[in-house]
Nanobody, 123 residues
C-alpha cells in the first residue's frame, strides 16, 4: 500500500479558493491512480475527482466540474485538488485515496486512504 497525507484544508468564505495537497510515500507513485473524496457530517462519502497514474486522464463528479481541478506532480509524489468558487455545500472532510486501476468513482475501489483534511466554507 501507499501512505497518504493530506494538507491544505481550512476555513474560507463562499466564492473563495483552496488547494489541497496529498503527499504519497511507500510505493511507486505513478503506479497508482489517485482520487479525492469528501464526506460531510451525516452523509456518505462522495466522489470528487480522479486522475490516472501518469496524469493523462481525469474525471470529476458533475457538481465539481468547472470548479475543481485535480493534478499530480511526480517529482514531489503529490496530488493536488484546486478548489475554486467554493460553496457552503462543499464543506466536508476531504480525503485522498489511491487505487491500482483508474476509472472508478466508488470508494470501495480505492485501497489506501489519507486521514482527511477539513474544509469549511462560510456563507
Amino acid at each position: 500500500q501507499v501512505q497518504l497525507v493530506e494538507s491544505g484544508g481550512g476555513l474560507v468564505q463562499a466564492g473563495g479558493s483552496l488547494r489541497l495537497s496529498c503527499a504519497a510515500s511507500g510505493r511507486t507513485f505513478s503506479n497508482y491512480a489517485m482520487g479525492w473524496f469528501r464526506q460531510a457530517p451525516g452523509k456518505e462519502r462522495e466522489f470528487v475527482a480522479a486522475i490516472s497514474g501518469r496524469g493523462r486522464m481525469t474525471h470529476y463528479a458533475d457538481s465539481m466540474k468547472g470548479r475543481f481541478t485535480i493534478s499530480r506532480d511526480h517529482s514531489k509524489n503529490t496530488v493536488y485538488l484546486q478548489m475554486d468558487t467554493l460553496k457552503p455545500e462543499d464543506t466536508a472532510v476531504y480525503y485522498c485515496a489511491a487505487t491500482a486501476r483508474y476509472g472508478s468513482n466508488w470508494y470501495g475501489s480505492y485501497d489506501s486512504w489519507g486521514q482527511g483534511t477539513q474544509v469549511t466554507v462560510s456563507s
